[in-house]
Nanobody
Framework: QVQLVESGGGLVQPGGSLRLSCAASGSIFSRYVMGWYRQGPGKQREFVADVTSGGTTTYADSVKGRFTISRDNAKNTVNLQMNSLKPEDTAVYYC?????????WGQGTQVTVSS
């Protein structure tokens, strides 16, 4: 059983930066693949980035080179550093945890990129 709570969303200008955090509660956090997804207005939820228990990262092409995902197993947290933000990054960002048949989602945090 894992509970996920996102934080760090807000309003930022194009070219700016935000850092999202996801705090997890539960057992064997270090074994989960942790990731971020997002859903913009009128769009489907899409993959953003994830990091395995071993630290291997994967990024969507749309954010590669701009976003960085990281995890701190000692603190049961996963972060998403977002740089060079664009208006098309505007979305609700969701934290996700996966291990075999187990899947957990946070409730989301709003990121708005606008002048």
């Amino acid at each position: 059983q894992v509970q996920l709570v996102e934080s760090g969303g807000g309003l930022v200008q194009p070219g700016g930066s935000l850092r999202l955090s996801c705090a997890a509660s539960g057992s064997i956090f270090s074994r989960y693949v942790m990731g971020w997804y997002r859903q913009g207005p009128g769009k489907q939820r899409e993959f953003v980035a994830d990091v395995t228990s071993g630290g291997t990262t994967t990024y969507a092409d749309s954010v590669k080179g701009r976003f960085t995902i990281s995890r701190d197993n000692a603190k049961n947290t996963v972060n998403l550093q977002m740089n060079s933000l664009k208006p098309e990054d505007t979305a609700v960002y969701y934290c996700h945890a996966h291990l075999v048949v187990r899947n957990y989602w946070g409730q989301g945090t709003q990121v708005t990129v606008s002048s």
